[in-house]
């Protein structure tokens, strides 16, 4: 028998971490020989659409038969599933996020019978949020309790999964990762001028201006800092909170100190502007962007939010506050850009945790332990030069 799976990845393929999560993890397994294939209703955007070994992409289809007065997508995308699980011999379906993947892919594997395995991964707002709807609640817990395997992206989401939906059953833990191979330091001295004067610092904050990732806060934040420290505020992504914050900006006349770039495909040499990262968020189950940073040895000044402090060590890697304390986070930012030393022991011990702990090698080897494990088999020597 190969020992090469057949691995089908669903999840959300438009801009947001989970997204990028399953599309870098597909890349990395296909990377190493396993076949991926794809089921979603576009291509995941950090796919590309250049022909890659072993990555196929299968589109969903959404019935608009005349009797639906919504499009059942979700019942198209059980279907396909089936259909390529089928087609495929697919060993194992892969869907992150609970709603609705998870949930199709138990109708999926309805379909096909018990041989198809279903691993589950959640990132976040499927459990913070989705889960504590009652009209969701129930359905979440089923596709869970009925994964073959399931993991979470903290410590801290693993509890809250169990503490909201009062399950016991076992999940794994399974980190954001990064690719250092596009996440390291860049050179920005060629772009750095267009944003802030050589005596001025960056601080960044990158999002989807969701209410949960607390954007106020950032302009707070950055208001006192500058207060202090010269400074620009540099704002990527967008997203409902957009508009309010520009006002709040204006309202607060720094119009001239900040600077809004829109959605970035090229993240690690955005991030590299920037000395510090504002993650002020509500709710966070990890904080990729945080990770991304860090790769990039920028700290992070956030909130303890969520899984934020798995990631980020407090004085060591970045400062942490609670959540909606903007002077305690205004102090740590002013401490790291005031105190050159600091800055630069920080960055290096941000450089060597994201290459460590949160290394695409390491995490990607979990998740191919974890689907070696529901399938009942042993795990192969994997390819100990691998890269
Ligand atoms: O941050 C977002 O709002 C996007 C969201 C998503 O579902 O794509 O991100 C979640 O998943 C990421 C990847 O696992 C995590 O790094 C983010 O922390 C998590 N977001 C929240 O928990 C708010």
């Not at 190969?2 to 691995?7: C, D, R």
């Not at 990064?178 to 960056?202: C, H, M, N, Q, W």
């Not at 401490?335 to 450089?351: G, K, Y």
Request: hydrophobic share 40%; with cysteine; aromatic share 8%.
């Amino acid at each position: 028998m190969s020992q090469s799976l057949k691995i089908g990845i669903t999840c959300y393929p438009s801009l947001g971490g989970s997204g990028v999560v399953a599309t870098e993890l597909g890349k990395l397994l296909a990377e190493k020989g396993h076949q991926v294939h794809f089921i979603a209703h576009s291509i995941p955007f950090r796919l590309g659409t250049t022909f890659q070994k072993n990555i196929f992409y299968h589109e969903v289809e959404v019935s608009d038969y005349y009797v639906f007065r919504y499009p059942p997508y979700d019942l198209s995308l059980a279907t396909k599933m089936a259909q390529v699980a089928k087609m495929q011999q697919l060993d194992i379906l892969h869907v992150h996020y609970a709603v609705p993947h998870a949930v199709c892919a138990f109708l999926a594997k309805q379909m096909v019978g018990s041989q198809l395995k279903v691993v589950t991964t959640l990132h976040g707002t499927d459990i913070t949020v989705l889960a504590q709807d009652e009209s969701l609640k129930d359905l979440i817990r089923l596709a869970i309790n009925e994964s073959d395997g399931v993991t979470a992206v903290s410590n801290d989401l693993i509890r809250e999964t169990r503490e909201v939906l009062d399950i016991s059953r076992d999940i794994d833990l399974t980190y954001n990762f990064v690719d250092k191979r596009v996440y390291y330091p860049r050179d920005t001295s060629a772009l750095r001028g267009d944003f802030a004067k050589p005596e001025e610092k960056i601080l960044m904050h990158i999002s989807n201006f969701r209410p949960v990732k607390r954007v106020s806060d950032v302009v707070d934040i950055f208001a006192k800092v500058n207060e202090k420290v010269p400074s620009k505020l540099l704002f990527v992504g967008e997203g409902p909170e957009l508009p309010k914050i520009q006002c709040k900006i204006n309202e607060l006349g720094l119009q001239d100190k900040v600077h809004f770039l829109g959605k970035q495909d090229e993240i690690a040499q955005v991030i590299s502007l920037a000395d510090v990262l504002l993650l002020p968020s509500a709710k966070e189950s990890f904080g990729l962007v945080a990770l991304e940073a860090m790769a990039c040895g920028v700290p992070t000044v956030g909130s303890q939010a969520g899984g934020i402090p798995e990631l980020v060590i407090h004085g060591e890697t970045g400062f942490l506050a609670p959540i909606g304390d903007v002077d305690q986070m205004a102090k740590y930012a002013i401490r790291l850009l005031s105190d050159e030393d600091l800055a630069r022991r920080v960055s290096e011990a941000c450089l060597n945790r994201a290459c460590v702990d949160f290394c695409d090698k390491l995490i990607t080897k979990q998740y191919e332990e974890i689907y070696y494990r529901v399938l009942g088999r042993e795990v192969p020597k994997l390819d100990p030069v691998w890269r």
